[in-house]
């Protein structure tokens, strides 16, 4: 089994701020970032699919077709966007870096490993960096959490 | 258990080309890649090893020792060569990284006379990289 990863980039602007909380909840709970008028970051997403080595071609899976996917899933849906106001993902729950890494997992594992020769590889894992030094992981049902 | 890991860089040139495939399907596949000229990269190699920490030494292993292996069995080997052309293990298997991160991890693993290798972990570039775990 070998796990290839590759790094994306992309920008947006968020708010956390929770409707089951009050507003003094929110300015407890969430600090700067309940700011009603949103704040953004630079977001790097790395993205690990595992699998065998296709002997025919030497890879694990079509890197191309991973960064098609990539761009149409992730970078065109969220870059660029403030994520409470733009996109439909986040209507209904907070956009917290969690939660943007495992809605970026759900979208990509629909997408991935699906078609033809590229079968035998899966989304093995979401890593999503809101800052150079905070962090997420969210493997499927396997989840991890790691900040720093 | 500790690990540990090592970085070392290496500058290879390489090119994607399988013979079972026609030449138009070798561009489709593997695109500027395909070029037979080659293109190089920098490649960032990070070779992890698995021990207990010695009590007399406070150490997993020595890294002088794996500092010394790391060279003469991959830097020796592949820095500044063309995969391709070069390295016999690339004679008949495409140099794609995952393929030179398994072929790393099979002329180290025999070599270390401590620890256990973990993981060998081989960026391309800084944005996209392979692990290994020997199975």
């Known amino acids: ?148 | 258990m500790i690990y540990l890991t090592r970085r070392a860089e290496f500058s290879a040139s390489h090119f994607y080309h399988s013979p079972a495939l026609s030449a138009e399907e070798n561009r489709r596949i593997f695109g500027k890649c395909n070029n037979p000229h080659g293109h190089g990269h920098n490649y960032t190699l990070e070779v992890t090893v698995a021990g207990e920490i010695d009590p007399t030494t406070g150490m997993v292993l020595d890294l002088k020792e794996l500092k010394k292996v790391l060279e003469s069995e991959v830097l020796d080997l592949m820095d500044h060569r063309f995969l391709n052309k070069e390295v016999p293990a690339f004679a008949a298997k495409i140099p794609t990284t995952e393929n030179i991160a398994v072929e790393i991890w099979k002329l180290l693993a025999p070599k270390l006379s401590f620890g256990k290798l973990h993981r060998i972990r081989l960026y391309e570039t800084p944005d996209l990289f392979v692990d290994y775990y020997g199975e």
């Open chain 1, 1 to 148: 089994m070998v796990y290839l990863t590759r790094r994306y980039r992309f920008a947006a602007a968020h708010r956390l701020h929770s409707d089951a909380l009050t507003a003094e909840e929110n300015r407890r709970v969430y600090g700067k970032c309940n700011n009603p008028y949103g704040h953004g970051h630079n977001y790097v997403v790395e993205v690990t699919m595992a699998g065998e080595i296709d002997p025919a071609t030497g890879m694990v899976y079509d890197l191309a077709a991973l960064d098609g996917i990539v761009q149409e899933e992730v970078l065109e849906r969220f870059d660029h966007t403030h994520l409470n106001l733009d996109v439909e993902n986040f209507r209904g729950h907070v956009p917290t870096t969690e939660n943007l890494c495992v809605e970026i997992f759900n979208l990509l594992e629909k997408k991935l490993g699906g078609d033809g020769a590229r079968r035998s590889a899966r989304l093995a894992r979401v890593r999503l960096e809101e800052t150079s030094s905070n962090s997420f992981q969210y493997e499927g049902e396997r989840t991890t959490e790691s900040r720093k």
